[in-house]
């Protein structure tokens, strides 16, 4: 992970160098030679990730420099939403990559504390799977819809006791699959509340500077612009569902005609497809 923008570009490098002086360990040589469990953990995930989509913004940015005239919104899948606001001008690098850590950290330890997952279900609406938690939540746990992305894929999220049942129920319910998540555990959902409370701390000590472009936010998939949203923007994705599919359907009435996905993956590109199969997309990542 990152070894061709690495080797593409030095502004690239320094941004990892950057990054590792912050984190306290080499971030480059843990996401290119691992070990693979080890930046699999949420608290090294996190700022892998968000490291390697400023590096793939840097190289986008120098392969198409008159791009940012023409930029008109930013928006960003959960972590993603950190590099948005990068993008726009509301963080700095350095900030971010201090955010991401705390994020990371926090949602390790409160998915450490509770045994919970999250699964994606495919071909079933909101409706459905909101029924589908409600007859599979077991006594006293959570188990709710976390990220809606696109028709027909949307993820669930709760204790590990309840997604079982779920996944029983999956077949009868219309869901054509149901596929367990590698993650850390139920996230957003108010499993995560332990970690809100760690993370406003961290958030707090941020100054945030005014967007550039207005980000499209996950919690209500609707623009914002001003500085002094974006605290509780942060705080409440970590336990509110991801609107994606709204977002993107917002982005698309709003007039944007060209998408472009900076960073790991293809997440974009895939469910953008889902929601309009015209609408053009571009990834710029490893």
């Given amino acids: 992970m990152g070894r061709g923008l690495l080797e593409r570009s030095a502004r690239a490098r ?24 080890e930046l699999h953990l949420t608290s090294n995930a996190q ?53 991401v850590q705390e994020r990371g950290a926090a949602m390790q330890e409160a998915a450490s504390a509770v045994d919970s997952g999250m699964a994606s279900v495919l071909g079933l609406d909101r409706a459905q799977l909101d029924t589908l938690c409600d007859v599979s939540r077991q006594t006293g746990e959570i188990l709710h819809v976390a990220n809606l992305l696109c028709p027909g894929n949307i993820a669930i999220s709760g204790h590990s006791a309840s997604l079982t049942e779920a996944e029983k129920r999956s077949a009868d319910a219309g869901a054509s699959r149901f596929i367990r998540l590698n993650v850390a555990g139920a996230f957003h959902t108010d499993i995560m509340k332990p970690a809100v409370q760690r993370l406003s701390a961290a958030i707090a000590g941020t100054t945030f500077s005014p967007l550039r472009f207005p980000l499209y936010a996950n919690v209500d998939s609707q623009p914002h612009v001003q500085p002094s949203e974006i605290a509780e ?54």
């Avoid at 990730?49 to 960003?76: R, Y």
């Avoid at 709003?254 to 990834?283: H, N, P, Q, S």
Wanted: charged content about 20%; overall charge negative; hydrophobic content about 45%.
């Fill in 233 to 286: 923007l942060l705080t409440q994705q970590m336990v509110s569902p991801v609107l994606w599919e709204s977002t993107l359907r917002n982005l698309l009435s709003a007039g944007v005609d060209m998408f472009y996905e900076i960073g790991a993956g293809r997440v974009l590109a895939g469910t953008l497809k889902r929601v309009d199969r015209k609408a053009c997309c571009e990834c710029y990542g490893d």
């Fill in 14 to 37: 320094e941004l990892f160098e950057i990054a590792s002086g912050i984190l306290g360990f080499d971030l480059a040589k843990l996401c290119i030679d691992g070990p693979e469990q």
């Fill in 47 to 99: 700022p892998a990730l968000f490291v390697h989509s400023m590096a793939a913004l840097t190289i986008f940015l120098e392969e198409k420099p008159d791009i940012s005239s023409s930029v008109v919104a930013v928006a960003g899948l959960s972590l993603g939403e950190y590099s948005a606001l990068a993008a726009a001008g509301a963080i700095t690098f350095e900030d971010g990559v201090r955010l």
